[in-house]
């Protein structure tokens, strides 16, 4: 592509701004109250059928719960690691349980959904400790569990962040078990010394992750300064209104330097996380990941209905 942006989206961008202008922007918590009141609001996640097995996995020492959704009409073609999102402090694996069923039956796979700690109660490592758990146990058992040892990760805003320093610890294991990951809209420098880094202004947010870490710009906590040589090829997804646009070009940029295989899509008119929105250019993002996670771990065509 001559442009980051495919022109065939140029046709959705008056619905998407429609969208958006009738909507308020929000806003995350600025204190542990607002974060816990937040909290206390979020709705009950959506349930869905069949409902995944919950189990907590262990690997060197440590051990993590995990959703499990497994296909019912086929043995699993591949095994997505779903990593959630909400900012480090939100959330859980349940919500994202009705996306991952539908992962699942369009695409053949089975996904494990990882429960990691939440900030600020379990600051930097305790959730990337959580991911590289689950991962380490997936990479361990992928084949005994699934029949399959076609592996990918994914992961959305925060969840991103964590899919990033996975696959870096992982290299630095020396292990290459996952062929590929899609992140959405990540945060890859949570220390303020880039340009796009000082665009992040939320302090709460930074904190509550980084804890007490004494330098942000760790790689463990901010990617875009690790060594990023040796990764997997990653579908890189971000809205053209995200404040972390830039960001997110900046990661893309070092990880082609690093010789990363990179697949860059911007969407135009869409702010942060808009892959959860009800528009057709969400919907246009989700088609291609769907498409790019199954030419890396799905059947060959559809489960028969």
């Known amino acids: 592509m001559s442009s980051l942006i495919d022109p065939v989206l140029l046709s959705l961008v008056g619905e998407s701004r429609t969208f958006y202008a009738r909507r308020t922007p929000g806003h995350g918590p600025t204190s542990e109250s607002e974060l816990l009141a937040v909290r206390a609001a979020m709705p009950i996640p959506a349930e869905c059928q069949p409902s995944p097995s919950l189990e907590t996995v262990s690997a060197c020492g440590r051990s993590v719960p995990v959703r499990i959704h497994m296909p019912t009409r ?167 209104e995200d404040v972390l646009l830039e960001d997110n070009l900046a990661m893309a940029a070092r990880l082609i330097a690093a010789g990363v295989e990179v697949d860059l899509r911007v969407y135009p008119a869409s702010p942060h996380a808009f892959t959860g929105h009800e528009t057709s250019m969400a919907r246009a993002a989700l088609a291609t990941i769907d498409e790019w996670l199954r030419d890396q771990i799905g059947a060959t065509a559809k489960p028969a209905t």
């Open 74 to 240: 086929q043995a699993a073609a591949g095994v997505l690691l779903e990593i959630h999102t909400g900012g480090f402090y939100l959330g859980s694996a349940a919500g994202s349980d009705v996306r991952n069923r539908r992962l699942v039956d369009d695409l053949g796979i089975a996904v494990v959904s990882v429960d990691y700690r939440l900030a600020p109660e379990h600051p930097w490592p305790a959730a990337t400790d959580d991911c590289e758990t689950a991962a380490l146990w997936l990479v361990a058992n992928a084949e005994a569990r699934f029949g399959t040892t076609r592996l990918a990760m994914g992961g959305l805003s925060a969840g991103s962040t964590l899919v990033a320093t996975t696959l870096i610890r992982l290299r630095d294991r020396g292990i290459h078990a996952f062929g590929g990951a899609v992140v959405q809209c990540g945060t890859y420098d949570l220390s303020a010394q880039t340009p796009p880094g000082r665009l992040i202004a939320d302090e709460y947010f930074l904190g509550a992750y980084a804890g007490d870490a004494p330098d942000r710009a760790d790689p463990d906590i901010s990617p875009i300064f690790a060594e990023l040589t040796d990764l997997p090829p990653l579908l890189m997804v971000i809205g053209t």
